[in-house]
């Protein structure tokens, strides 16, 4: 069974604070690894993919890779009080093939 | 709106009936998911196409579970003799095998409410 491990949270964080989400995996062969934001009620929402070991920015967000730690992170700088939602972590083995989510991380900040 | 699009958003129905829905994916996308997601959990694959071909089925896809995308456009799941347990969300991605790699993107989901 391959798994895809978050914490379920929640986790909560003054605005203007840095939001630190992980996910670990089980499937070593992983090669795709991307991050969704799901408000409730609505459907998940890309938020970063990252295909390579390191760091991966795009404006206020930072997605983490270690392939030998089977570990994938989420930074979410100066945290605002419209990024409370819950973060799924999805994994997939190859380029265009289903994702495995983890059950996702519900985040609030706090005005 | 150039989205992946669903309908209906919600349904209601009794136990026993059979539901179909209905997903646009992104015009030109030859890849079409269906995940399906309960509450407190991350959406669950079921199955994919590319293209008309159906490639994999989930071993959660009982046999009352059927899905088709007939010319490669749109596609229908269909549920026969639904069960309480069926109620979740029923959600329709899509990607393409080139440009942006395999980034899927969703559609708003069907919520099936099974009574």
């Known amino acids: 069974q391959k798994e895809v491990e978050q914490n379920s949270g929640p986790l909560s964080v003054p605005e203007g604070a840095i939001a630190s989400l992980n996910c670990t995996y089980s499937d070593r062969g992983s090669q795709s690894f991307f991050w969704y934001r799901q408000y409730s009620g609505k459907s998940p929402e890309l938020i970063m993919s990252i295909y390579s070991n390191g760091d991966k920015e795009d404006g206020r967000f930072t997605a983490q890779l270690n392939k030998a730690s089977q570990y994938v992170s989420l930074l979410i700088r100066d945290s605002q009080p419209s990024d409370s939602a819950t973060y799924l972590c999805a994994v997939s083995p190859s380029s265009n093939y289903k994702l495995t989510f983890g059950k996702g991380t519900l985040l609030t900040v706090n005005p | 709106d150039t989205g992946v699009s669903q309908n209906p958003r919600h349904k209601i129905t009794k136990r026993g009936q059979n539901v179909t829905f209905r997903c646009d994916p992104i015009s030109e996308h030859n890849r079409l998911y269906w995940y399906r997601q309960t509450l407190g959990q991350g959406p669950e694959f079921l199955t994919y196409?590319?293209?008309?071909?159906?490639?994999?089925k989930s071993r959660l896809l009982s046999d009352r579970f059927s899905a088709e995308r007939p010319k490669g456009s749109f596609s229908t799941l269909e549920i026969q003799r639904t069960e309480q347990g069926d109620s979740a969300m029923y959600l329709c991605a899509s990607s393409t095998t080139g440009g942006l790699r395999d980034t899927q993107y969703f559609g708003p989901g069907t919520r099936l409410t099974v009574l």
């Open positions: 196409f590319q293209n008309e071909a159906q490639l994999e």
